[in-house]
């Protein structure tokens, strides 16, 4: 059987990520066996808790979320969240994976992700070209309010940061990039929540 191109599998990916924005320590309470909605948990691929790297990013935490109904995207974004506050403030959906899907393991044991917008026409070259970058984890082409999502890692947490801005040092067609690093004592990683700095394959 042959294998799914990238976009092919994107179409077929039930991932969206979701991004909220004035949340507290959205994982540390977030406890899959105690929730109301079991069904709703087992949906939650990742969740993190986020630092800014870069002027203008303005979310908190971000989920990969799985549904292929958009219509119930909503409740379970806000199944995450402890508060009466409704922060889901952007979404967006994968159109084509990159060389690695987003936050499928191994992973470093520090990371963050970084919104691209780029120029017209230049999205697949660029998809193509950050592949080749120190530390990368997995990245997509989406439909949203930006046109690449990507995920960079490091054994060195002060390196985060650098690495995810420096993607429009040598990348042509980047135009802008948005960035944050996974922050907190715990993110989550179904199926279970994992030391931020711990490598993946050690017990938390």
């Given amino acids: 059987m042959a294998e799914m191109d990238p976009v092919e599998w994107a179409a077929r990916s039930p991932d969206v990520y979701v991004f909220y924005t004035d949340t507290d320590d ?37 989920a990969i979320v799985e549904t292929r109904n958009l219509y ?8 995450a969240l402890t508060g009466p506050s409704d922060p889901v403030d952007e979404t ?6 990159g060389a690695k899907v987003l936050r499928s393991p ?13 120029a017209e026409g230049s999205a697949n070259d ?3 070209e950050i592949d080749h970058r120190t530390g990368y984890s997995g ?4 439909s949203g309010k930006f046109e690449i999502l990507v995920e960079l890692g490091s054994d060195d947490p002060d390196e985060v940061c650098d690495l995810l801005m420096g993607l ?6 980047v135009t802008e990039v948005e960035a944050a690093r996974v922050t907190g004592e ?17 017990e938390g």
Avoid: M
């Avoid at 967006?92 to 994976?97: D, G, L, R, S, T």
């Avoid at 990245?139 to 989406?142: P, Y």
């Avoid at 429009?168 to 067609?173: A, E, L, M, V, Y």
């Avoid at 715990?186 to 050690?202: C, F, N, T």
């Fill in 26 to 62: 959205v994982v540390g309470p977030f406890d899959p066996a105690k929730n109301d909605d079991p069904e709703k948990s087992e949906r939650y691929r990742f969740l993190a808790n986020l630092e800014a790297c870069s002027q203008g990013w303005r979310w908190t935490a971000i």
């Fill in 72 to 79: 119930e995207l909503r409740g379970l974004a806000d199944a």
């Fill in 106 to 118: 191994p992973h470093f044991p520090n990371f963050g992700f970084a919104r691209l917008r780029v």
């Fill in 168 to 173: 429009d040092d040598d990348i042509s067609g």
């Fill in 126 to 128: 660029v998809l193509d």
């Fill in 139 to 142: 990245s997509a082409i989406v």
């Fill in 186 to 202: 715990w993110y989550y990683y179904r199926p279970r929540k994992r030391l931020v700095g711990r490598p993946e394959d050690e």
């Fill in 92 to 97: 967006a959906k994968p159109v084509k994976h």
